[in-house]
């Protein structure tokens, strides 16, 4: 099966596109590689010893998109190609949408226009909002709290919409939850650019001396011990269920619009996750408690059922293989790909 990868450069995408060639499908990855380094495809390459067909170009790109589709014939797509940084979404909305809506209405006409009706999408928990209930189900309020997130949820809308104009379009939206660790081999993981944003990688360049202390933001949340709560899931788990969503594409008889929870169900607190990290990589984590982050959520997790039922799928990995591969990524690469 001859697959198109947006964005498969990526963190997500190269754990995906692993386990993709380990069960044979052909991967063609179009990546502008503005968040990526093409180390980690040549990595995955040889932990496999397999081949990777990778064209370097920008979704904004119509014509270069347009030359792929007439190029290959693809049995289906799977569109991780975005960009992710919510506190830049808040200052840049107009380069937000027009990267993530744009390129994806791009992708959509190309697919439409070339007859490749199956995509699966990488969707997000932060398109529930404010949880009005937990666990999140795939049937719970729909709401944002910033402009990547609405970016997210309007091409979900956009979908829903393309899907119920044609029945012939088979659409998953993986909604994933918090991705984090790294592949086993410790050859491939999560390389943000600068400050990272988010906890693990954060954690992870305080365990090797990058950076002096964890900033908790806010122990005064209606939560265990105050701070966030979140459904964190091993990102090889993650990349699994591209791989599920794909033969339920291929074996199933559902068309539509497919919204599918991808979360373990179980909420860690930040100061768990301190402790989990710690006993992993036997180092200490210093952290302060600073203010409340500005549109954080006191907390989330997934009901995780619907995977289970549709794909067969089911998140394998405990906090501490979560920790314990994150660690391994990171000390074996300091500073990412290309400086080892
Ligand atoms: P990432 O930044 O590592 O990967 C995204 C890839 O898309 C990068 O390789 C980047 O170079 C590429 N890209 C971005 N804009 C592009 C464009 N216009 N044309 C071509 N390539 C482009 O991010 P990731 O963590 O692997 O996330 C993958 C997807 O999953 C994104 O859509 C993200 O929004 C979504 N998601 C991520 C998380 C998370 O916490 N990592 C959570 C929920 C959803
Ligand atoms: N946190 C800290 N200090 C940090 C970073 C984070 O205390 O330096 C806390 C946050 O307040 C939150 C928890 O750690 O309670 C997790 O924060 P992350 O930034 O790692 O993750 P978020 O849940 O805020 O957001 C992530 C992605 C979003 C995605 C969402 C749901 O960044 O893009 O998960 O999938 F939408």
Redesign the pocket.
């Known amino acids: 099966m001859n697959i198109l990868v947006t964005g498969g450069a990526g963190y997500i995408g190269s754990h995906t596109c692993f386990e993709m060639l380990q069960e044979n499908y052909n991967i063609i990855v179009y990546d502008n590689l503005s968040n990526s380094s093409l180390e980690a495809l040549k990595r995955v390459e040889k932990l496999t010893g397999k081949k990777i067909e990778f064209i370097e170009g920008d979704l904004l790109d119509i014509e270069k998109l347009e030359e792929v589709f007439q190029n290959e014939k693809f049995d289906a797509v799977i569109h991780f190609a975005g960009l992710?940084?919510?506190g830049e979404s808040v200052q840049k909305p107009l380069k937000y949408y027009d990267n993530n809506v744009t390129g994806t209405l791009n992708l959509l006409k190309l697919m439409q226009n070339h007859n490749v009706k199956e995509l699966v999408f990488s969707s997000?928990?932060?398109?529930y909002g404010v949880p009005k209930e937990l666990p999140l189900t795939e049937s719970s309020p729909r709401s944002t709290t910033n402009p990547?997130?609405t970016s997210?949820l309007v091409i979900e809308y956009i979908l829903e919409d393309l899907a119920k104009s044609d029945p012939e379009w088979k659409i998953i939206s993986l909604?994933?939850?918090?991705?984090?660790g790294a592949h086993k081999s410790g050859e491939i993981g999560e390389d943000p650019n600068g400050i990272?944003?988010?906890?693990?990688?954060?954690?992870s360049q305080v365990a090797v001396k990058l950076r002096k202390n964890?900033?908790?933001?806010?122990n005064d949340?209606d939560t265990k011990d105050g701070?966030?709560?979140?459904?964190?899931i091993h990102v090889v788990d993650l990349a699994m269920g591209h791989v599920f969503a794909l033969k339920y594409l291929k074996d199933s008889q559902e068309q539509g619009f497919i919204p599918i929870n991808l979360g373990t169900g179980n909420g860690y607190?930040?100061l768990e996750?301190i402790k989990a990290f710690e006993k992993a990589s036997k180092t200490i984590i210093p952290?302060q408690i600073?203010e409340?982050?500005d549109?954080?959520?006191?907390e989330?997790y997934a009901d995780p059922i619907c995977a289970y039922n549709k794909l067969g799928w089911k998140a394998q990995n405990s906090l501490e293989d979560m920790c314990q591969d994150a660690w391994n990524w990171q000390k074996n690469n300091p500073t990412g790909y290309n400086k080892k």
């Not at 997000?124 to 398109?127: M, R, W, Y």
């Not at 549109?295 to 006191?298: C, E, F, L």
């Open positions: 992710k940084a919510v997000s928990a932060t398109v990547y997130g997210k909604r994933y939850f918090n991705p984090i990272p944003n988010n906890l693990l990688p954060y954690i964890v900033n908790v933001f806010g949340y701070t966030g709560v979140r459904d964190y607190s930040v996750m952290y600073v409340r982050r549109g954080d959520i006191a989330c």
